[in-house]
């Protein structure tokens, strides 16, 4: 007999989840269905983000930054290193620990917030009326009944034609996590954020790491000026980025993997590396989900088709994360899961795309929200622009850190806050602050005339909108 509830959601990855507690805060019967497996076998919701993507990543890449520092920093601040050594084992184990504890911490938060789970597989067997039949396919089976389906089944990563993923010679996002050894030779391909990230983690343990980028610009989606100050320190710290490559032949031998390319210029290279990481993008995940058990509309990308509420073509069916339209970002599906399950309740559901946050965690990290100057440019929109970098933050000089700058775009004519860019240390905390203005509708004016703690890395955006009215008082 099927199990009744008002709220199934297919996916426990951050869009997922939340959208579950959300649902049963609200009062709804609510099921969340998840497949992922620790290496035991037991449940490991969180999907991609917590399991092989934002969590692990960012465990190695702290790690990875402990290390140089030791091997390069530390002797600036008289602490003196010797025999330094590095326990890959252990680095390992930790990422490890700290996915666990986030996987466990789901599974508490659906115990807290009286939320099923069942650890399987969902697919759709079909619709009935105003309700929808879901079977559940793991260790037991299930069917489940529900009035609202949120499907939240994220995505894949993109693979190169011809070549797949073996997670030991060619990587995604998963083997790069999970490498048992430093390569020498490091190939990646894509010069986007998990190329960037996981690049730069292996590059700091030692590896040769060699970019190559199919586009001619580098981080196109960023901020040219911002763009250009991370190409500048990537390639000071070591890192081999070229772009404008056209990607040919990819050959895995039994301990390594050839690549053939063609450089900007026209000529051909050759070169082996010991591992190479594929980071070319992500694709829906909608294998398995039977969506047309029950006529559910998948766009000619395989995104599930869905509206500005997230509502796709059938009355209760609703999805969000990376399956959907939009940036595949983590805070942007629990933005969208949150939305959806107040929609339920009747309640008003928000999300602002143009206060979505961007972070790249490299270091130094790169963050922003709103518009780029290329975009107001394009678009034809006067603005005004202030910049204060890092070196003149006594904080980021107390830090030993001081590459970077923060950049403020504003309205010339109403100073309302269009965009904000930062590169430097802790940018992915001082975006914060500009997305609660943007939101806000503030204008640089009110962040220039708000205090700022000192000595504090957060002076630098009361001074680069000081800057928008050429006033900055330290630079």
Same mark, same amino acid.
């Given at each position: 007999?099927?199990k009744e ?8 990855g951050?869009g997922?989840y939340? &959208?579950?507690i ?9 099921a969340?269905i998840?497949?992922w497996?620790n290496?035991?076998g037991?449940p490991a919701?969180g999907?991609?983000c917590?399991?092989?993507?934002? !969590? ?7 790690s990875?930054?402990?290390y140089?520092h030791?091997?390069h920093? =530390?002797?600036e ?6 025999g330094?050594?590095?326990?890959l084992?252990?680095?390992?184990s930790?990422k490890?620990?700290v996915?666990?504890q986030?996987n466990?911490?789901i ?7 009286k939320?099923t ?6 697919s ?5 009326g105003?309700?929808y039949?879901?079977?559940? /396919?793991?260790?037991?089976?299930d ?9 939240a089944?994220?995505?894949?990563p993109?693979?190169l034609?011809?070549?797949a993923?073996d997670?030991?010679?060619v990587?995604s $996002?998963t083997?790069a ?5 430093v ?5 990646v391909?894509? &010069?986007?954020v @998990?190329g960037?990230e996981?690049?730069s983690?292996?590059r700091r343990l030692g590896?040769e ?7 001619p610009t580098?981080?196109g989606?960023?901020d040219?000026q911002?763009a250009?100050e &991370?190409?500048k320190?990537f390639?000071?710290q070591?890192l081999?980025i070229?772009?404008g490559?056209?990607?040919?032949a990819i050959?895995p031998g039994k301990?390594?993997?050839t ?6 210029k026209?000529a051909s290279?050759?070169?082996? =590396?010991d591992?190479l990481i594929v980071?070319i993008?992500?694709v ?7 969506a047309?058990a ?5 766009d ?9 509420d997230?509502?796709? $073509? ?7 994360g990376?399956?959907v +339209?939009?940036p595949m970002?983590?805070h ?7 939305a959806?399950?107040?929609? @339920? ?6 999300v602002?795309f143009n206060? !979505?946050?961007?972070?790249?965690y490299t270091?130094?990290?790169i963050?922003?929200v709103?518009?780029?100057?290329q975009?107001?440019k $394009?678009?034809?929109?006067a603005y005004?622009a ?7 933050n006594?904080?980021? +000089?107390a830090?030993?850190?001081t590459?970077?700058m923060?950049k403020?775009?504003a309205?010339?004519?109403s100073?309302e806050?269009l965009?904000?860019?930062? !590169?430097?240390p802790?940018? /992915?905390?001082? !975006?914060a ?6 939101e806000f509708? &503030?204008?640089s004016e009110?962040?220039? +005339?708000i205090c ?10 009361k001074?680069a ?5 050429k ?5």
């Amino acid at each position: 007999m099927a199990k009744e509830f008002d709220v199934i959601v297919i996916g426990g990855g951050p869009g997922g989840y939340i &959208a579950a507690i959300r649902a049963a805060q609200l009062g709804f019967k609510t099921a969340c269905i998840d497949d992922w497996k620790n290496e035991k076998g037991g449940p490991a919701p969180g999907g991609t983000c917590t399991n092989v993507g934002c !969590i692990p990543s960012k465990a190695l890449l702290q790690s990875s930054e402990h290390y140089e520092h030791a091997g390069h920093a =530390f002797a600036e601040h008289g602490i003196e290193v010797k025999g330094l050594g590095l326990n890959l084992g252990q680095m390992l184990s930790r990422k490890d620990t700290v996915v666990k504890q986030n996987n466990d911490g789901i599974l508490f938060l659906f115990k807290k917030n009286k939320v099923t789970f069942f650890h399987g597989s969902g697919s759709f067997v079909k619709g009935e009326g105003q309700a929808y039949s879901v079977k559940v /396919s793991g260790a037991t089976e299930d069917t489940l009944t529900g009035k609202h389906i949120i499907v939240a089944t994220g995505s894949n990563p993109r693979a190169l034609p011809g070549v797949a993923f073996d997670e030991k010679l060619v990587l995604s $996002n998963t083997g790069a996590l999970n490498i048992n050894a430093v390569p020498k030779k490091l190939g990646v391909i894509g &010069a986007g954020v @998990i190329g960037l990230e996981m690049g730069s983690v292996w590059r700091r343990l030692g590896a040769e790491v060699t970019v190559l980028e199919a586009l001619p610009t580098f981080l196109g989606a960023v901020d040219e000026q911002i763009a250009k100050e &991370a190409h500048k320190l990537f390639t000071k710290q070591g890192l081999s980025i070229n772009l404008g490559v056209k990607i040919g032949a990819i050959t895995p031998g039994k301990k390594d993997v050839t690549v053939e390319y063609t450089d900007d210029k026209g000529a051909s290279h050759k070169t082996v =590396f010991d591992k190479l990481i594929v980071s070319i993008g992500r694709v829906p995940n909608t294998n398995g989900l039977n969506a047309e058990a029950i006529g559910l509309k998948l766009d000619d990308r395989g995104f599930v088709a869905v509206d500005g509420d997230c509502k796709t $073509n059938l009355p209760n069916v609703w999805a969000v994360g990376d399956v959907v +339209r939009g940036p595949m970002l983590a805070h942007k599906a629990e933005e969208e899961g949150v939305a959806v399950a107040e929609r @339920i309740a009747d309640q008003h559901g928000h999300v602002n795309f143009n206060t !979505i946050p961007w972070v790249i965690y490299t270091s130094p990290e790169i963050a922003w929200v709103g518009k780029t100057e290329q975009q107001l440019k $394009n678009e034809g929109i006067a603005y005004k622009a202030g910049t204060f970098p890092f070196m003149a933050n006594g904080r980021a +000089r107390a830090l030993g850190d001081t590459s970077g700058m923060v950049k403020f775009l504003a309205d010339a004519k109403s100073d309302e806050i269009l965009g904000v860019h930062v !590169i430097g240390p802790m940018a /992915s905390e001082l !975006i914060a602050e500009a997305v609660v203005a943007m939101e806000f509708r &503030a204008s640089s004016e009110d962040i220039a +005339r708000i205090c700022h703690a000192h000595p504090s890395l957060s002076e630098a955006t009361k001074e680069a909108a000081l800057a928008v009215d050429k006033r900055s008082l330290n630079f």
